[in-house]
Every structure is written in C-alpha cells, then in structure tokens.
C-alpha cells in the first residue's frame, strides 16, 4: 500500500512578491504493515518570489525531515536543509533569458534516503549555475 499527498500554499504579498510553502509526505507499507525499505522522507520547502518587468529571482529553503518510516534492513537517515536562491532575466524581443541558480549555499552533507549508494554519494554541495535558454 501506498499513502501520501501533497499540499502547496502561495500567497501574494504585493503584485511582485510571492511567499510559497509546500510539504509532501509518503508511506509505503507492505502487505503485512512493515515499511518498506527507502521510503522518501517528509520534505518542507519554502520560497519567497520576486518578479517585475522580465526579472524573477528567488530565495529559498528546503527541509527534509529525518527518516522514520525505515525498513527493518535499513537504518534512519538524518533530515536536512539546503538553502538555495536563483534569478533570471527575460530578454523579450529575442524570446531568450539569462539566468543563475545556487544551491545548498550552506554546503550541508545531505544523503537521499530513497538511494541505494546514500553513504556512498551524498546529494551535491554547494553549486552554482549560469545559463541562457532560448526559444525558436
């Protein structure tokens, strides 16, 4: 059996900036009511938005909560929180923008509960990235 959801609350604080949250829970159990094994943990995230006139940037924080719904062959995986931030800038006669992205700007030691090599490859430090799209 699988149980879970989702929920997702926005709310405008003027017409250019936005607070947002979110959490997502799951649980999966087996036909006798033992946990499965990875079951991803309870994840928070929370953004503040800013946008006007083809800039958008935003400030954020994701929570993922320690692992509790373990398996009996699995261990208990510790919760984290990554800060992370981004901006970009709609260029509009050329149909193109230029953005940047950074996450886990604390560089927290985080592990993916879900993953089969967790203590092997923890998630990404820090991380910065540049880039243009443009549509044609």
């Known amino acids: 059996h699988i149980y879970g959801g ?7 604080l003027t017409d250019a900036w936005t607070i947002q ?11 006798g009511g033992d946990d499965l094994p990875r079951t991803a943990p309870v994840r928070l995230r929370h953004e ?7 800039f958008d940037a935003y400030v954020g924080l994701e929570q993922v909560l320690r692992s ?13 929180e990554l800060v992370f ?4 800038y709609n260029i509009e ?3 193109t ?7 886990n700007l604390l560089d927290q030691y985080a592990q993916d509960h ?6 092997q490859s923890p998630l990404l430090g820090r991380q910065f990235q540049l880039g243009v799209t443009a549509n044609f």
Do not use: C, H, M
């Open 48 to 54: 503040l938005q800013y946008g006007s006139g083809g």
């Open 85 to 88: 931030a981004g901006a970009s």
């Open 21 to 31: 949250t979110q959490a997502e829970v799951v649980r999966r159990l087996a036909a």
């Open 93 to 95: 006669p050329i149909n």
């Open 68 to 80: 509790v719904y373990v398996a009996d062959s699995e261990e208990e995986t510790p919760g984290y």
């Open 97 to 103: 923008s230029v953005w940047v992205k950074a996450n």
């Open 6 to 12: 989702a929920v997702q609350l926005g709310y405008a």
């Open 114 to 119: 879900s993953s089969f090599i967790k203590e």
